[in-house]
């Protein structure tokens, strides 16, 4: 009998790490382009080293503010209220009956967006790089087009950056890249330094409607996690690091969009922002994760057919160049290309290799 809930695929197992390399309880080392889905930002033995919905609810509660909108692809969580704004149906059906009143609209279309935020919205959240969704940016104008509907109609704005925040995109934070300022800001995978820590940032003039009694954390202020974003924040906060990321992201999206001409049959489309990369396959990404695996090299999905690529931001300009030789080579045994059609042969109703 298994001792431990069958949540994880446990095939690997990682007894320790320095900077974008891991090593395995058989001894295997490998470059690691996962990062623990973003969490480990600064990568492994550094020396120095969510309440957004409710918050909306209660800032909105006293002008009858009770609905919530979201996004088509959305991902925020796995908790109750979390669940009820992620999109995707496997997640959520579950543990139905969620949050009611919760709206999903069409990704990057702001005419839907208008006619669904209004007075009764309280809260309007979207990650400004989806994650589990496909690693798809928020084009700036659709940012600035929210911002401007949250505005006009008195809802928050809530940004999701617990997986592009921090650094991740090239920027500080991702809504920078659309020029706007959110009502609420949520942070936590990178933010401890591998230790369990989220944030949420709310506008001081939105601050005075908490009042003492509205939240509480057994483990909030953990003082051990704190100290570990101390360092995280000094180390993020640096212009010059976070400039840094912004010129390998480019160097490893050269990299990958000069794949996609060589394979054709096997990469689609790559998108993202700095180390946040999406490569999205005609075929199934996992086999392209084997293969990377079989090579040394760690990486993740985000769906069916998108290889998600998130590695440590202190990753160096030749472990991309590692990265991309080893993705090339599983690329030409055609991992991630389409299946080739079965051709019926006429006459017998038969198919033919």
């Given amino acids: 009998m298994s001792a431990l809930l069958p949540v994880y695929e446990r095939d690997l197992v990682i007894v320790s790490g320095k900077g974008s390399r891991l090593t395995d309880a058989q001894g295997r080392t490998y470059l690691d382009f996962a990062a623990g889905i973003g969490v480990n930002g ?143 800001l949520a942070l936590a995978k990178p933010l401890g330094g591998g230790l369990p820590l989220g944030a949420v940032l709310v506008r001081e003039e939105l601050a005075g409607a908490l009042q003492v009694g509205d939240h509480g954390s057994t483990f909030g202020g953990n003082p051990v996690a704190a100290a570990a974003s101390l360092v995280v924040l000094d180390q993020f906060g640096n212009e010059e690091f976070v400039k840094k990321v912004a010129r390998k992201g480019t160097a490893l999206m050269k990299g990958l969009r000069a794949a996609a001409r060589r394979y054709p049959r096997s990469i689609k489309v790559v998108r993202g922002l700095g180390l946040m990369i999406g490569v999205e396959m005609h075929g199934p990404a996992a086999d392209v994760v084997r293969g990377l695996r079989a090579e040394g090299i760690l990486a993740t999905r985000a769906g069916d057919a998108v290889l998600r690529l998130l590695p440590p931001l202190t990753v160096k300009g030749k472990e991309i160049r590692e990265f991309l030789d080893a993705l090339d080579r599983v690329l030409a045994t055609g991992a991630g290309s389409a299946p080739a059609p079965q051709v019926s042969s006429e006459g017998t109703g038969g198919a033919v290799a």
């Fill in 42 to 184: 600064l990568g492994y033995g550094d020396r120095k080293l969510l309440a957004a919905i409710k918050f909306a609810r209660r800032i909105g509660s006293p002008a009858g503010r009770t609905e919530l909108v979201a996004f088509e692809r959305a991902f925020h969580g796995r908790t109750m209220g979390a669940l009820s704004i992620t999109w995707n149906e496997r997640y959520r059906a579950p543990f139905e009956p969620l949050i009611p009143g919760v709206v999903f609209l069409p990704w990057d279309d702001l005419a839907a967006a208008r006619s669904a935020i209004g007075a009764r919205t309280a809260g309007v959240f979207v990650e400004p790089v989806q994650g589990e969704g496909g690693v798809r940016p928020a084009p700036p104008e659709f940012l600035r087009g929210l911002f401007d509907l949250c505005r006009e109609s008195g809802a928050l704005l809530v940004l999701d950056e617990v997986q592009c925040g921090l650094g991740r995109t090239g920027k500080l934070f991702a809504y920078e890249h659309a020029g706007i300022r959110p009502d609420m």
